[in-house]
């Protein structure tokens, strides 16, 4: 009968530790859904500044094209030359270098970048108006000229960017690279067009 006891209250013992593990785990369990239930939140934020954070330039420039856009001068002069772009093309390149620059400025932004270093967020503001400001003048005023000297101001403020996103996030420095390439050439084309 002495061992019956010592089994039963073994047993007694074993159901309290299997209680006391079950009970562990369960709020395990609960600490992880919390936690997951905090990343899922994180992540719905990223991905609304995300959307912010690029939509918000590409539908500025946008409007910016549409509204301020282009006369008919530009199409009278384009003739001239065989390697400068139609119209809608430029402002199509336009818009994806805009969304470039803020997916780029996002990725500082997440990163802390724009705290550490503002002069990046200035630059990065210092570029996107100037490349506002480019099509009016260019386009609308038709001064090839002042455009030029607007859109190596633009340019300046880009490689600025280049070199300060870089030093905080080289995806970010890289995801400037190809706008740094589209500003090379449309200053090519504004030269052309300011010589035509």
């Excluded at 039963?8 to 013992?13: F, L, P, T």
């Excluded at 593990?21 to 899922?40: F, P, V």
């Excluded at 995300?50 to 002069?77: E, H, I």
Aim: aromatic residues 10%; proline residues 4%.
């Amino acid at each position: 009968m002495d061992s019956q006891d010592i089994r039963y209250r073994g047993g007694d013992d074993r159901d309290a530790a299997t209680t006391a593990m079950a009970e562990t785990e369960r709020k395990s369990a609960d600490d992880n859904k919390g936690k997951r239930d905090q990343k899922r939140a994180m992540a719905k934020r990223g991905l609304k500044s995300l959307t912010v954070a690029v939509a918000a330039p590409v539908l500025v420039t946008l409007f910016a094209t549409y509204f301020l856009g282009t006369s008919d001068g530009y199409g009278n002069r384009a003739k001239s030359s065989s390697w400068i772009p139609p119209l809608w093309l430029l402002h199509t390149t336009c818009l994806a270098s805009s969304g470039l620059m803020g997916l780029a400025a996002w990725l500082v932004w997440v990163d802390g970048g724009f705290h550490k270093k503002p002069n990046a967020l200035y630059l990065y503001l210092a570029q996107f108006l100037l490349c506002l400001v480019w099509d009016p003048v260019t386009f609308r005023v038709g001064s090839g000229v002042a455009g030029l000297a607007v859109w190596l101001g633009q340019s300046a403020a880009l490689f600025g960017c280049y070199k300060a996103f870089n030093e905080i996030s080289p995806v970010a420095g890289n995801l400037v690279k190809p706008c740094l390439a589209w500003a090379a050439f449309v200053a090519a084309v504004n030269v052309k067009l300011a010589v035509a």
